[in-house]
């Protein structure tokens, strides 16, 4: 059975903590891994794309990683703006995006 | 600013009513899905269309319905409602009928059934 999931299911750092979010997925025949965004009520916010094995992706203090098995989300230096759900999903060929539960982001001034 | 916008933004209905959701895609993007969030979880996804024909459906009961437009907008049916349907449903839109590459949401309808 395809499935995605993430860790930690809530993070909370202080301003300038570095750390890092996971998202693991069994699937079969991937197409893409997405990051998305979402803040409280809203509609997620695309981050990254990831495709193959090695391939990295930046954005601000944001970076995305990927391996055959898991992508990783860095988050360097964050901000209190940083604060959010941090949602995983992954594209299979010839369907639509399975996500994760997400990740709970807080950081503290 | 993703140019995906959803009506209405919040709505509270009765258990049993029917309710429509409507969503009109970005510019060039002729395929949507809609997407039901429960809170504290990720999205799920109920159904796709592309070129005004559903090409892909999740684990949802036949009372979810859709409609897709010749201008590519669409609605969401949802009959005979119950207190678990409540939850922010979310339309997003891409460019080709295999799902396209990423998709761009709409803020959401925060449905409310009591």
């Known amino acids: 059975e395809d499935q995605v999931t993430q860790s930690p299911e809530a993070l909370r750092l202080q301003e300038g903590e570095s750390s890092s979010l996971n998202c693991s997925y069994t699937?079969?025949?991937?197409?893409?891994l997405f990051w998305y965004r979402q803040d409280p009520g809203k509609g997620p916010e695309f981050l990254f794309t990831?495709?193959?094995a090695g391939e990295e992706k930046e954005k601000e203090r944001l970076k995305a990683t990927l391996t055959k098995k898991e992508s990783f989300l860095h988050i360097t230096a964050p901000k209190p703006e940083d604060s959010a759900t941090y949602l995983c999903?992954?594209?299979?060929?010839?369907?639509?995006?399975?996500f994760g539960p997400g990740t709970r982001l807080s950081v503290l001034p | 600013e993703t140019g995906v916008t959803q009506s209405p933004t919040h709505l509270i209905k009765t258990r049993g009513q029917q309710v429509t959701l409507r969503c009109s895609s970005q510019?060039?993007?002729?395929?949507v899905s809609w997407y039901q969030q429960a809170l504290g979880q990720g999205p799920q996804f109920i159904f796709q269309?592309?070129?005004?024909?559903?090409?892909g459906r999740g684990n949802f009961p036949p009372r979810f319905s859709g409609l897709q437009f010749p201008n590519y907008s669409s609605e969401l049916n949802v009959n005979a409602l119950e207190l678990d349907d409540s939850a922010l449903y979310l339309c997003a839109s891409t460019h080709g009928g295999q799902g396209g590459t990423e998709a761009f949401f709409g803020q959401g309808t925060r449905l409310t059934v009591v």
């Open positions: 510019s060039g993007h002729n395929t």
């Open positions: 990831l495709y193959s």
């Open positions: 269309y592309y070129r005004e024909e559903e090409n």
């Open positions: 699937v079969s025949g991937l197409r893409g």
């Open positions: 999903a992954v594209q299979m060929i010839g369907q639509n995006f399975v």
